[in-house]
């Protein structure tokens, strides 16, 4: 786990961008790591995020929520409700990397 400060506003905005705009996945797989999250729900949306992206698939938003209910964890990511709300967490992408 990580010892940076736990900040639930960062992780939404972190986790938002990517949905917004998931391109951007490797960049934010070289700053950050699942054990980086504090939140589980939020370390779980991550974890899947990062497996898409680990074999070569784009984790956007649909793809994302199958992932995570093939897995058996959608509910721990917090639910389909979770997943809208992280997507509509934010206005762009722009930011993610600060």
């Known amino acids: ?12 905005s972190v986790l938002g961008a990517l949905l917004l705009d998931p391109l951007r996945m490797p960049e934010v797989a070289a700053l950050l790591q699942p054990g980086d999250f504090f939140h589980e729900s939020h370390r779980v949306v991550f974890q899947a ?5 680990e074999s070569g698939v784009i984790p956007d938003p649909l793809l994302l929520h199958d992932e995570l209910r093939r897995r058996g964890e959608l509910e721990r990511a917090g ?20």
């Open 1 to 12: 786990m990580s010892a940076t400060p736990h900040d639930r506003t960062a992780e939404i």
């Open 49 to 53: 995020m990062a497996a898409l992206h």
């Open 79 to 98: 639910g389909p409700e979770a997943l809208a709300l992280l997507a509509e967490a934010v206005p762009t992408a722009a930011n993610v990397l600060h």
